[in-house]
């Protein structure tokens, strides 16, 4: 069925649900798994008055390396403790353009993400990137909550 999945997260614990998950679902069905974290670049950080934060961009980038490097080494571990092939990759994107990129150059058929199922004002406030991935995607995409 599903030979090789992409499960995106950002080490919450919400996302590991999603990691749970699509980690079960691999070793079911004998798959292979992608886990993809992203880092937003560092123009996200930027408003009309300038930097939002006072703090220099090579910092920024080494801190979000680590911390990928730190969310991915968990889920590689989970993978290995279930006898499942995990490949890790780092991105620096928007979550939703880094999933489906990855999705994509990595020949995945399914992506397993978490959702906070947020309604009404907040989800437009906010925003949803699970929702953005669900309506980009060409491949089926699971939602957990």
């Not at 950080?45 to 090579?58: K, Q, T, Y």
Request: glycine letters at 8%; charged letters at 20%.
């Amino acid at each position: 069925m599903f030979k090789r999945i992409l499960i995106a997260t950002d080490g919450s614990d919400l996302a590991g649900k999603g990691v749970a998950t699509g980690l079960s679902l691999a070793k079911t069905l004998g798959a292979q798994v992608v886990a993809v974290t992203a880092t937003e670049p560092w123009t996200a950080m930027a408003s009309s008055e300038g930097m939002a934060f006072n703090f220099p961009i090579e910092d920024y980038e080494k801190s979000a390396a680590d911390q990928a490097k730190g969310i991915l080494s968990k889920v590689q571990k989970e993978a290995e403790s279930l006898g499942v092939s995990c490949e890790t990759v780092h991105v620096n994107d928007f979550p939703a353009e880094a999933i489906m990129a990855t999705a994509q150059g990595k020949g995945c058929d399914l992506i397993v993400m978490a959702s906070h199922g947020r309604r009404g004002l907040s989800r437009l406030l906010l925003g949803s990137q699970a929702t953005r991935v669900v309506t980009m995607s060409a491949v089926p995409v699971l939602i957990c909550r």
